[in-house]
């Protein structure tokens, strides 16, 4: 399922609706409507954001034209959501069994390990 993705600027909190790409060769900054997949060399930004970015002197801002809306759940989403749903209440579902396991104690999500050498 996919979250609510976030403005990218520090402190903001608002869900984001733009996602923001420089081409650094054309000193360029191109903000766009939001892109499907977050990218490791862009930026997601909520309206706000995205409207008042200003760029270096000598760079160019190339804008989308209309309004940034947020983008709605897909059924791909709804469907995927219900299944984790339905799965996490079958009532047959394994469970992993707590305490020890073998060959080492279990505390939490922590497993320790007896030492290789004392065996």
């Not at 996919?2 to 869900?15: A, M």
């Not at 299944?83 to 992993?96: F, I, S, Y």
């Amino acid at each position: 399922m996919r979250s609510v993705r976030r403005c990218s600027r520090t402190g903001c909190l608002n869900p984001a609706v733009a996602t923001l790409t420089y081409a650094y060769a054309d000193s360029t900054a191109v903000v766009g409507p939001l892109a499907t997949y977050a990218e490791p060399h862009s930026y997601d930004l909520c309206e706000a954001h995205a409207l008042r970015l200003t760029v270096p002197k000598g760079w160019e801002v190339v804008r989308h034209e209309g309004e940034f809306a947020p983008p709605e759940p897909s059924d791909d989403d709804l469907t995927a959501l219900a299944e984790a749903v339905r799965e996490a209440g079958r009532p047959d579902r394994p469970v992993e069994p707590q305490g020890l396991a073998p060959g080492g104690s279990r505390r939490g999500h922590l497993r320790a390990l007896p030492d290789p050498i004392d065996e």
